[in-house]
């Protein structure tokens, strides 16, 4: 069965480095999402994709934040400068269609920001 | 704004007890619902999805309803195993987007 994978499992850096997390969504979906749970928290939405562009976008996805679909398969998040409470799990997502289908979780990117 | 909301935060259970999982949302103007599970460090698995012109959605021991009216659903899960102890999220689709907006999980552990 078709699985959204994420790149790499686990990150740590340093405060102030870029970071880039990398999604290989499920290959005819056509909607993707950017969410993230900081430990403890609320799973919370951060960007929503669609057609190459940003569709819609949350309060925490600030100019530090990107994200691109580069070359048709992937589908990244930039953070250009680390903060301390970027610390999280992020979980990429994919939907095929619009309004009756579910979205699809890949196992998230632990990063760990020192 | 939607605000979802899962209480108790915890619960404890023998096994083979029948238990009740809530949920409640504040905007009844929503596409669908869709129950996940997570394991400690994990990612989400989806359970079920109900569409909003549903009522309840079944798969194998879960069964999931949906009252969109009151703003509340209910994620039952029949004699419960030790293999079950998880957190259970609920989220609400809204929004042109179907952004999810999540509730905050309610840890199951079931006790042998």
């Known amino acids: 069965e078709p699985e959204v994978t994420q790149t790499p499992s686990h990150q740590v850096t340093q405060m102030g480095q870029e970071v880039i997390l990398r999604c290989v969504p499920i290959s005819n979906h056509l909607y993707f999402y950017w969410y993230r749970q900081i430990l403890g928290q609320k799973v919370e939405f951060l960007v929503s994709f669609y057609n190459n562009e940003i569709s819609e976008k949350s309060e925490i996805f600030d100019d530090q934040f990107s994200v691109e679909r580069p070359d048709g398969s992937n589908f990244t998040l930039k953070i250009r400068s680390t903060k301390l409470e970027d610390s999280a799990m992020y979980f990429c997502a994919s939907r095929r269609t619009e309004y009756q289908e579910t979205q699809y979780f890949g196992p998230g990117t632990r990063l760990l920001v020192l | 704004k939607q605000e979802v909301t899962q209480i108790p935060a915890a619960l404890s259970v023998p096994e083979g007890e029948n238990l009740v999982l809530n949920c409640s949302f504040t905007?009844?103007?929503?596409?669908?619902l869709q129950w996940f599970r997570q394991d400690p460090g994990k990612g989400l698995t989806s359970l079920l999805l109900?569409?909003?012109?549903?009522r309840e959605q079944t798969s194998g021991r879960l069964n999931a309803s949906l009252d969109k009216s009151s703003g509340r659903s209910t994620l039952y899960i029949a004699a419960s195993q030790p293999g079950d102890s998880a957190t259970y999220l609920c989220a609400v689709y809204t929004g042109a987007n179907s952004k999810l907006t999540f509730g905050k999980g309610i840890t199951l552990s079931v006790r042998p």
């Open positions: 109900i569409q909003s012109s549903q």
């Open positions: 905007d009844s103007a929503i596409y669908n």
